[in-house]
């Protein structure tokens, strides 16, 4: 016996509103209101009492929130634009763990969910991402930063954050391996393998540093490679240091939420809007991410892809000089206890040797100094004919598109309350005024 088809409703929403008003504000009889707005009556006496939401759809209940859908739509449209598209199989795990994170388990996303996402969202669509030629991009390299300048003069300006030291924040990772490479030793002449004990084999930890073109940085993260993290790892830590842990000592998106939350939003000052510039590495942003700055107001602002090596200030002024502190601190450590190694529990108090001796506020403002940033010089960064060119895709060439740094142009600048940061967190307090000092305007 052949099934019954199930049959959903024809009438149009604003027919149901205007059934509804009917009845509760012109008196109307449900029978009469269904009859003349064309809507059954069983179906029109569940709204009015509640049984059934206004606006519900007949089916099972969505994943996602008509808002959600919204905010994740504009995130891979932002995504592509700034040349970090998504594909369906990383959509699908980021819903599935938006899914997750309400308490749902056990819940299969299929490509037929994305077919029919995408049919409630026409300004998405599938696409083949397609390679730029080596000679291309470093035909287009000095186009990307020049375009890549003109979004970020605008979004200082606009911001009130032109040349504001105390208002513009870097963040970035590096790995800290406990088996540095060795620096050149005193050897018998002829002599060849000369050995020397360090660290535990390939093992590193990463180091997430955040730095304001003041000069101040904020405490770092520490991320161990370790399921389970053990207190003893802190001994000789730097105050205020925020710690994580995963397999392979690696960031993860759910880390770096973790930081933005636990430790850059209790460590900025309080004035807005903020300014934080980072790289577009898939697990530094989400879209629970864009949210909790949009509420902060804190401007996320994504670098050109490809270009960090160029326009990223903690590559230009503070990780070099990290990573050869750390190789001196390393190696000053072996030599004075024979036999000892790095590890995992002497890593902090090593590690805090080597922050000082690197983080200062000369090689902070350094860094933003050269890459044009604070005080503002889009003529800073050196392309074309220089040694070191920029590969990138200019998506803004082939699209005609504008590069969006992932912040959002509509944050109300509403607070302005002390700008003091927060002296818990670092070695001294400094008010705006103080830190506006540390670096001389051009």
Known sequence: MATRPCTYSTWPEISMTNAIKAVEEEGLTVRLAAELYGIPKSTLYDRIRGNVQHGTKPGPVPYLTKEEEVILAKFLIKCSQIGFPRTVSEV????????????????SISYGWWQKFCSRHSELSLRTAVPLSLSRAMATDNSVIQKYFDILEDTLKENSLFNNPTRIFNCDETGLPLNPKSLK???GRGAKNVSQITGEGKSQITVLACTCAAGVPLPPFVIFDCKTFNDQLMVGEIPGTLYGSSPNGWISRELFLYWFRK???TSVPSVRPLLLLMDGHSTHYGPDL???AAEEQILIFVLPPNT???????DKGCFGPLKTAWKAVCHEFCTKNPGCVVTRYNFSVLFADAWRRSMTQRNIASGFEVTGI??????????GNDKQETISRSLLDQTGLAYIPLYSPDIKRTRDHDSSFNSSLLER???ENDLSQAVTPM
């Not at 699908?92 to 819940?107: E, M, N, P």
């Not at 960090?308 to 903690?314: A, I, R, S, V, W």
């Not at 604070?374 to 392309?383: D, Q």
Request: aromatic content about 4%; some cysteine; glycine content about 2%.
């Open 308 to 314: 960090t090596h160029l326009t990223q200030p903690l």
């Open 92 to 107: 699908l795990a980021l819903v599935r763990q938006t899914i997750q994170s309400k308490g749902l388990s056990d819940i």
């Open 263 to 265: 430790l850059f939003l």
């Open 290 to 292: 864009i949210k909790i």
């Open 185 to 187: 030793v005193v050897s």
């Open 429 to 431: 307090s400094l008010s």
């Open 374 to 383: 604070c005080p503002f010089n889009r003529n800073a960064i050196k392309t």
